[in-house]
């Protein structure tokens, strides 16, 4: 017995590295060529991590028309993936093949992680299962198939339930909550969990006091104040205030909770009413297991901590999405993307209280669990194999064929290697030649053509047109007609304006 009880925590400890290492490996596969995907974002971690090594400042590649330079600071995003991606960079790695590593490495530890919680609440099947779960979610696949912050954030987040769970060190956790801050500012609120945490845990008054000031003050030196450094430079808190439509968040949120709950069938109402469904047989699974006497999650247990840990977590999470959604920024998606931590700490809890509650179901109660839970993972399952497949199918973003193979690439590396780009987009500009760019002006009235034709007058300037109008830039073909701008080329991509001498 006391050798079994000895051999228990190495097991888990295999069975988390195992599953780790399987999601290390999926992620470096599914981020090969024509892999990792890349959108605008992807633009702001890499450029600020090469800006760090070769500048020694977090900058990103662009800036607005009338700065003078054509970088500038990284305000919209948290400095922490940037500069997890610039330590490998500065040993001599391409920057999108950092990021991968970072994801890869993030990926190892989130899922070892949830093995570990899972296993050691609720044995290793438990752990099996948590390990199934997040290998088999869409959502944290895609995730972790584009160059994004979330990978990383996935794992702090991780860490942060662990300790919680685990470890009555206030300051642990109150710093993966800080350090998840810095990797997404949607994480900053989770200092706020730690300290709720600490603060209702055992113990006086004044000892609840304590903990709770140990968990406050990774979040008070380090992600609050570079959030609110962003916010108060970047003008963010002078567009405060409520707007209360909130049908379109409502029906975003619907599709999401449909698309987790019913994987792989198309929206509609047939995956809504499987959706209900599998919350209805959840809740009905939970009445069971809390009408028995053996095997529940007893108060006090380390099975109802996690649940009560990961529902604190994705609830100051949650409230903070929403409150930004509704007062700050109405166009935060409440997608898979922004909402996938939430899915990260639920699958977590799900599977550890499956674990726990096995003994208390009924043979009924069992089969009816198994079942749900199978089906559930197919679906899963079928469901990344298809978006991976979609991703991969010729590239995702701005690392697709088109972009890719385009010959606007090569013409600006050559025809327009020393002119000045202005675009509607960006991140074109970067992931196309590496080389920073400016926006455009946000209107074609008098004034801002005449200021903008004063900023370009003497310069060799391009205007690069990128497809579709971006707000809330004016369209650039209007622009450059207006300006009396030559067209210069144009490619499947984009078309380019400017006052160069047409080739």
Not at 84 to 102: F, H, K, N, T
Request: glycine letters at 10%; one cysteine or more; a neutral charge.
């Amino acid at each position: 017995m006391a050798l079994n009880s000895t051999l228990m925590p190495v097991r888990r400890s295999v069975l988390a590295a195992l599953f780790g290492a399987i999601a290390c490996f999926g992620v470096v596969t599914i981020t090969e060529p024509p892999g990792p995907g890349l959108d605008p974002d992807s633009m702001s971690y890499l450029g600020a991590a090469d800006a760090l090594v070769h500048r020694g400042a977090l900058r990103i590649p662009v800036s607005s028309w009338s700065d003078a330079d054509s970088t500038s600071p990284l305000l919209h995003f948290p400095p922490g993936f940037s500069l997890a991606i610039s330590v490998p960079v500065a040993l001599g790695v391409d920057p999108e093949q950092a990021a991968r590593g970072v994801e890869a490495v993030a990926a190892f530890a989130t899922v070892a992680l949830a093995v570990w919680i899972a296993a050691a609440i609720a044995g290793p099947a438990a752990g099996a299962l948590a390990g199934v779960a997040l290998l088999a979610a869409p959502a944290l696949a895609l995730d972790h198939a584009r160059i994004l912050s979330e990978p990383l954030c996935f794992a702090l987040l991780a860490a942060m339930l662990a300790l919680m769970v685990f470890s009555d060190r206030p300051f642990l956790y109150g710093l993966a909550a800080a350090a998840a801050g810095l990797v997404r500012y949607a994480a900053v609120p989770t200092g706020g969990a730690a300290v709720l945490w600490a603060f209702g845990r055992h113990g006086d008054l004044r000892e609840r006091l304590r903990r709770a000031a140990l968990a406050a003050i990774p979040s008070a030196l380090l992600s609050g104040p570079v959030m609110l450094r962003s916010v108060l430079e970047s003008g963010a808190g002078r567009g405060i205030k409520p707007r209360l439509d909130l049908g379109p968040m409502a029906r975003e949120l619907g599709l999401t909770l449909e698309a987790w709950l019913a994987p792989a069938m198309p929206a509609g109402i047939g995956a809504a009413l499987v959706a209900v469904l599998v919350t209805g047989a959840g809740i009905a699974l939970l009445r069971d297991a809390a009408s028995g006497r053996a095997g529940r999650p007893q108060p006090g247990s380390p099975a109802r901590a996690l649940m009560a840990a990961a529902a604190l977590v994705a609830a100051c999470y949650a409230a903070f999405v929403f409150v930004s959604r509704v007062f700050v920024f109405d166009n935060i998606p409440f997608d898979d993307r922004m909402l996938s931590p939430v899915m990260l700490l639920v699958l977590i809890a799900v599977a550890a209280t499956f674990g726990a509650c096995w003994r208390a179901w009924s043979v009924r109660g069992r089969g009816a669990a198994a079942a749900l839970a199978v089906l559930w993972l197919a679906a899963s399952a079928w469901g990344t194999v298809r978006a991976i497949g979609d991703a991969r199918d010729g590239g995702w973003g701005y690392a697709s064929d088109e972009w890719r193979d385009s010959r606007l690439g090569p013409w600006l590396a050559a025809e327009g290697r020393s002119a000045e780009i202005f675009s509607n987009d960006p991140a074109a500009v970067w992931f196309l030649v590496h080389r920073p760019s400016r926006d455009l002006p946000e209107a074609l009235d008098s004034a801002a053509l005449d200021d903008f034709a004063q900023v370009i007058a003497g310069r060799r300037a391009l205007v690069l047109s990128f497809g579709q109008d971006y707000e809330p830039m004016a369209p650039p073909d209007s622009l450059a007609r207006r300006l009396g701008l030559k067209p210069l080329a144009s490619f499947g991509v984009g078309k380019v304006w400017g006052n160069l001498p047409r080739q």
